[in-house]
């Protein structure tokens, strides 16, 4: 069975601290990782991961995949209030030779980020 | 318009009610998921949907019945629910290609309570 481990569940830090939020997965026919980020309801998209060692940076985000370890983590530098949040890992696996994105997601890390 | 919407947003349902999920797309895309999202665990795919036709039913009960009309609309029909299954609901869409991979785009969910 397909399974994607997040850590920690949850973090308590204060503004302008880094964080570094973890996701170690075990799964058959890996295609992609994929990190979310939930305020309210929506999960919204942060990044994509297919290749090891290429970091993928957008603002004080950053995140990167090994694939040879099976994990991956998510770097926010100089926290902000508003970067509270679930922060949701899922990893996208071949699925029955179809095509489709069949994700399969973490528990999530709890983030609050104290002013 | 923008993005994926869904409605309702909140819905309380007896056990012996029958109501429908909406979901739709304004995004171009070509596959549409439903996810059950409960309190302590972890994102669920319930179905996927490619250019209409059902691709994966997660083993989920046939209380649960969805409906996808063209590739912008999906819904999710209830009926003889379980108060277990209450739930945020969300609908996602992505693109869909052979070999590729792509990322989904997620809408603000249903918040369902089954009583």
């Known amino acids: 069975e397909d399974k994607v481990v997040q850590s920690p569940l949850s973090l308590v830090v204060h503004e302008g601290d880094t964080v570094t939020l973890n996701c170690s997965y075990e799964?058959?026919?890996?295609?992609?990782l994929l990190w979310y980020k939930q305020e309210k309801k929506a999960p919204t998209f942060l990044f994509m991961l297919?290749?090891?060692?290429i970091e993928k940076k957008s603002g004080r985000l950053s995140s990167i995949l090994d694939k040879k370890e099976l994990f991956s983590i998510l770097n926010i530098t100089a926290t902000q209030t508003g970067d509270s949040a679930i922060y949701l890992c899922?990893?996208?696996?071949?699925?029955?030779?179809?095509?489709?994105?069949?994700?399969?997601f973490g528990q999530g890390t709890i983030l609050t980020v104290h002013p | 318009e923008t993005g994926v919407t869904q409605t309702p947003r909140h819905l309380v349902m007896g056990m012996t009610n029958k109501k429908s999920l909406k979901c739709e797309q304004h995004?171009?895309?070509?596959?549409m998921y439903w996810y059950k999202q409960s309190a302590k665990k972890p994102l669920e795919l319930m179905f996927v949907?490619?250019?209409?036709?059902q691709t994966e039913n997660n083993s989920v009960p046939s209380r649960f019945s969805p409906e996808c009309p063209n590739s912008s609309h999906l819904f999710l029909h209830l009926h003889t629910l379980q108060p277990e299954d209450s739930a945020l609901y969300l609908c996602?869409?992505?693109?869909w290609g052979s070999g590729a991979t792509y990322e989904q785009y997620f809408g603000p969910g249903t918040r369902l309570t089954v009583t």
């Open positions: 297919t290749s090891s060692g």
């Open positions: 949907y490619n250019f209409k036709e």
């Open positions: 995004l171009g895309h070509n596959a």
């Open positions: 996602a869409s992505s693109h």
């Open positions: 799964v058959t026919n890996f295609r992609s």
């Open positions: 899922a990893v996208e696996v071949n699925a029955g030779g179809t095509s489709y994105g069949k994700l399969t």
